[in-house]
């Protein structure tokens, strides 16, 4: 015990814990800047706005700034933006990041997706229209044949094609209902008469 006590009252001891005390202090300053460096925390890159570009585009503006970029699944189909273009990004335009941060991109599809068409052979025109449009279809012209079924849909036409349960078409695509007239004269109506 008495040479602990001797050991930590000498110069060796003191000479010890300064020389310790010098390393922790140049480890501590060494690492910070070296943590400064890696982390390029004072550097900033402001995202650059890649709405409406294509993937080539944007890959190209982003490479300029040392930027990355993953694309994320397509998201509905955006008429106001050109097919397989950039609709949405993430860090968003204007913000900052660092260099080599990755830029999340959703792009257009280059069409409305396809969707099959519902049965509705033999329901009112009012069932199929809310029907079609909850579906995202549009409705077309009301054409008339001679039936028995007043405003009841016998068919369905896209530019004069029949189109049969389960055919899948386009989001958005306007579609014409074949309708039976009651037996009755449609003149007086504003609806063309489908012969």
């Known amino acids: 015990m008495m040479k602990v006590i001797k050991y930590l009252k000498s110069k060796e001891f003191l000479r010890t814990m300064i020389f310790m005390g010098v390393v922790v202090i140049i480890l501590f300053f060494g690492l910070?800047?070296?943590?400064?460096?890696?982390?390029?925390?004072?550097?900033?890159?402001?995202?650059?706005?890649?709405?409406?570009?294509?993937?080539?585009?944007?890959?190209?503006?982003?490479?300029?700034?040392?930027?990355?970029?993953?694309?994320?699944?397509?998201?509905?189909?955006?008429?106001?933006?050109?097919?397989?273009?950039v609709i949405s990004q993430n860090p968003s335009a204007g913000d900052f990041v660092k260099e080599h941060r990755k830029i999340y991109l959703t792009l257009n599809p280059s069409t409305y997706r396809k969707i099959s068409v519902p049965k509705v052979i033999g329901l009112t025109k009012r069932q199929v229209v809310i029907q079609l449009k909850s579906m995202g279809f549009n409705i077309g012209k009301e054409l008339y044949i001679?039936?028995?079924?007043?405003?009841?849909?016998?068919?369905?036409?896209?530019?004069?094609?029949k189109i049969n349960p389960g055919d899948k078409l386009a989001k958005n695509t306007t579609i014409d209902l074949i309708l039976g007239d009651g037996?009755?004269?449609?003149?007086?109506?504003?609806?063309?008469?489908?012969?």
């Not at 890649?50 to 890959?59: F, H, M, N, V, Y």
């Not at 037996?183 to 012969?195: C, E, G, P, W």
């Open 183 to 195: 037996l009755q004269k449609r003149d007086s109506l504003n609806t063309k008469v489908y012969k």
């Open 32 to 85: 910070s800047k070296w943590m400064h460096y890696y982390t390029k925390h004072d550097q900033k890159i402001e995202v650059p706005n890649l709405e409406k570009l294509s993937t080539d585009e944007a890959e190209k503006i982003l490479s300029d700034e040392n930027l990355t970029f993953f694309v994320l699944d397509s998201a509905s189909f955006n008429p106001k933006y050109p097919p397989r273009s």
């Open 146 to 161: 001679k039936d028995l079924g007043l405003d009841v849909v016998r068919s369905l036409e896209v530019n004069k094609r």
